[in-house]
């Protein structure tokens, strides 16, 4: 235990991984793991519960950037959900909403990529 | 306190690793909630602290870890600031070309990284770099307690 988990729901089509801890650049690469293991196993349909989330810095958000056009490339998203108040101003000041669908909740989420089948 | 011209110092020498990135946080939230500031700005300067010493660990020092970081912090009263002065000893660069990225193209282009310095520019009320590459170069983020005058 390093400050960060992650716990991956498959739930048909569409990967949930909920984080937990801190997003730094310390643990920014288990994150960075967990998705390419995703998108090895060609599960391009991502949503990141961000519930228990306490902590992100540009590290953590770089790991989103990194990937969004391989998953994109390949038909799929990565759909952000249940962010703190104190987790969405940083995605705010670095403009971030206008490039991910951010949901208030993993069902809203995975019904966005239900309706778009 | 009231009226006092006082000032206060912390002090944290930590080695130039992500891993104490957390204790780093910790010991900048800690102080500056101490001193009065809300959960709010604690945590804006919390992360612009961060990306500061993330940058002295990836950039200034390369990632050797046996190089230290120096964070000092001084409060200020009456003025009621909190300056929080990053000092390393690594590889320096010409603050002339650090500029807050282009948003828009960096969106357009979903870069990675390069982020950290914005962060800081916005969350703090000002922002210095003195670069003497090898001696010392040095971050100087300010923050205002009281009236917020500059507030993001």
Redesign the interface.
Known sequence: M??FEVMRVDNGEVSVLRIKG?L???TASDLEREIQRLLDQKRFKIVVNFRDLT?I???G??VF??F??EVRGNKGDIKLTNMTP?IFR?FD???FP??YEIRDDEQQALQSFNNQK | MKNQRTKKNFHLRIPSQTEYLEIIREFVSRVARKVGFKEDDASKIELAVDEACTNVIEHAYGGDGKKMIDIAIQVDYPGQKMSIIITDQGRGFDPSKLRAPDMKKYLQEMRVGGLGVYLMQSLMDEINFEVKPGPKNQVKLVKYLMNNQKQK
């Open positions: 390093n400050g801190f730094d650049a310390h902590y810095s540009s590290a958000l770089g950037m990194g969004i056009e104190k940083v000041l670095l403009g206008t490039l």
